[in-house]
Nanobody, 122 residues
């Protein structure tokens, strides 16, 4: 079971850190992706990370502003979001799959957590 948290209301230019926590010890072997969906828009992948943290992926729209990382000792993956823009406003979800490779497609993930709302005001 995955649980995303850390969302909230922030002004443009501000920062938030999202967390994706799992209760299973095996989570440390899972690749994880962060997705977002804004009202009226398609879901999009913003960042992904392998089980070890050795490989990461970022969508072009967040490169240089977002950083994905993980602490396998506490079964948690983070998404640090800096220089936030109003267009970053969305519900953010984390997803996971037990695999060694980096996953960049939504349909390849097996487990999805409830989202957390991020609202960036201008």
């Amino acid at each position: 079971q995955l649980q995303a948290s850390g969302g909230g209301l922030v002004q443009a230019g501000g920062s938030l850190r999202l967390s994706c926590a799992a209760s299973e010890h095996s989570f440390r072997r899972y690749a994880v992706g962060w997705f977002r969906q804004a009202p009226g828009k398609e879901r999009e992948l913003v960042a992904a990370i392998t089980w070890s943290g050795g490989s990461t992926y970022y969508a072009d729209v967040v490169k240089g502003r977002f950083t994905v990382s993980r602490d396998n000792a506490v079964n948690t993956v983070y998404l640090q979001m800096n220089s936030l823009k109003p267009e970053d406003t969305a519900v953010y979800h984390c997803a996971a799959r037990n695999t060694l490779v980096l996953i960049t497609t939504a349909h390849s993930y097996d487990y999805w957590g409830r989202g957390t709302l991020v609202t960036v005001s201008s």
